[in-house]
């Protein structure tokens, strides 16, 4: 069972939609959930980080973790084409020294 | 803003030639990281580092592989005598915190194995 889990896509949605980005996880204990932006040949860039459950909001960008479903998703409002990317989960281990397991990405393409 | 910046951006050698990868971390933090990202693959976490010392490390970071911060900005990745597969973009990363706070990335260093 693959550790971080996410839909390689690609997620084609049109300009101004709201984009869903889901993402599982097999480590119960793990305890902070990490959404990376990655641009192709460029690093990953942080987008929202969560730690309990619910929702966290920051911008056009919504983060939702249930850890009962071992869950995480990450919703984009009006989405823009320069949100076109490769989107990253990574799941930090109970008690890792932020050993990020990461996920294999979703590429979200927007388009005009 | 503050930055994790590496050198070099592109790194080419021959099999069996030993490299050595730098980075800079951000001034005021206190763990280092190296991960590495095989073209087309995941991210993998290579080591963590706290107190001069490795805190944690992956099945990847075998004998061929070392870090070592030689001085108070530098923290170095080498690796021996590198193989094909070795062939990647190498992060460094760096954190105020080791429980689960956001890390910085750098820009990577594309490592190209001939």
């Not at chain 1, 084609?12 to 939609?17: K, L, R, Y």
């Not at chain 2, 990281?33 to 075998?62: A, C, H, M, P, T």
């Not at chain 2, 890390?103 to 260093?109: A, W």
Request: hydrophobic residues 30%.
């Amino acid at each position: 069972q693959k550790e971080v889990e996410q839909n390689s896509g690609p997620l084609s949605v049109p300009e101004g939609a709201i984009a869903s980005l889901n993402c599982t996880y097999s480590d119960r204990g793990s305890q902070s959930f990490f959404w990376y932006r990655q641009y192709s040949g460029k690093s990953p860039e942080l987008i929202m980080s969560i730690y309990s459950n619910g929702d966290k909001e920051d911008g056009r960008f919504t983060a939702q973790l249930n850890k009962a479903s071992q869950y995480v998703s990450l919703l984009i409002r009006d989405s823009q084409p320069s949100d076109s990317a490769t989107y990253l989960c990574a799941v930090n281990r109970a008690g890792g020294y932020n050993k990020l397991i990461f996920g294999a990405g979703t590429r979200l393409a927007v388009h005009p | 803003e503050p930055e994790v910046t590496q050198t070099p951006s592109h790194q080419v050698t021959q099999m069996g030639q030993e490299v050595i990868l730098r980075c800079v971390p951000i001034s005021n933090h206190l763990y280092f990281y190296w991960y590495r990202q095989i073209l087309g693959q995941k991210v993998e976490f290579l080591v963590s580092f706290y107190n001069n010392e490795i805190s944690e490390k992956s099945e990847i970071f075998d004998d061929q592989f070392s870090v070592e911060r030689p001085d108070g900005s530098n923290f170095t990745l080498k690796i021996r005598s590198t193989k094909l597969e070795d062939s990647a973009m190498y992060f460094c990363a760096s954190s105020w915190t080791g429980g689960g706070e956001k890390l910085f990335f750098g820009s990577g260093t594309q490592l190209s194995v001939l």
